[in-house]
């Protein structure tokens, strides 16, 4: 049973374009979260997917970033018009169910702006 | 606003020590929490998950325990190896949210 899987591992983008992160959560997994984790800092909790839902984005910056989970395929992450302080580690997790499960982290894409 | 401390923010020990890392955070309704591991450049680990029912954990040599009423759990590591050097995070879970909340980290060393 393969773990959470992101893509790219490293992106690199000039100021002013998009970025989009990949995560395939664990086989089974129906919840997906999105963690950032900037320079000297901890991880903050971004926004929490299920399939095709967006359950809770409170940590989600209002501009510029989004995030999607559909019937098929990854959950994405998407932020457009990339700022030098977007720079950080974008961790996303997956667990079967919610309150109370085991969280599955991937191993991070790590975006660098330009 | 649920915010989670953990002190020290590093720790460096001789091989073969037993050693407490602790973890406070300031909203008792707490759901669970969960300890995690980070090596350099790499995600967490999940180390052990303390249920809200429950108080303690273990795991090999580590042992996690829970006390909501006074905000604190603490992870035991025993009998520490080179092996273990790592950043620990603990994180709670807010009841009903469905989302962790982060401690800095406690970033360990164990010298050979």
């Known amino acids: 049973n393969a773990g959470v899987m992101q893509n790219p591992r490293h992106l690199v983008r000039r100021r002013g374009q998009e970025a989009r992160l990949r995560c395939s959560p664990m086989k089974g997994h129906s919840h997906v979260y999105w963690y950032r984790q900037l320079p000297e800092e ?6 929490y997917l299920q399939k095709e839902n967006i359950i809770d984005e409170s940590g989600m910056p209002k501009e510029r970033f989004s995030a999607e989970f559909p019937k098929e395929g990854p959950s994405i992450l998407r932020i457009q018009q990339v ?17 109370g499960n085991t969280i599955y982290f991937g191993e991070g894409s790590w975006l660098t702006v330009v | 606003k649920q915010e989670v401390t953990q002190i020290p923010a590093a720790l460096s020990v001789p091989e073969g020590e037993n050693l407490v890392l602790n973890c406070s955070f300031t909203d008792s ?20 998950l303390i249920q ?10 580590l042992n996690a325990s829970l006390d909501k009423s006074s905000g604190r759990s603490t992870l035991y590591i025993a ?11 603990c994180a709670g879970e807010i009841q009903g949210a469905q989302k962790l909340v982060f401690g800095q980290g406690t970033r360990l060393t164990i010298n050979p």
């Open chain 1, 42 to 47: 901890g991880l903050k909790f971004m926004v």
């Open chain 1, 83 to 99: 700022v030098r302080g977007d720079s950080a580690a974008y961790f996303c997790a997956s667990s079967p169910q919610g309150n």
């Open chain 2, 29 to 48: 309704a707490i759901y669970n929490l969960q300890w995690f591991r980070q090596d350099p450049g790499k995600g967490l680990t999940s180390l052990l």
């Open chain 2, 52 to 61: 809200s029912s429950q108080r303690e954990q273990t795991s090999g040599r």
């Open chain 2, 79 to 89: 009998a520490s190896q080179p092996g273990d050097s790592a950043t620990y995070l």
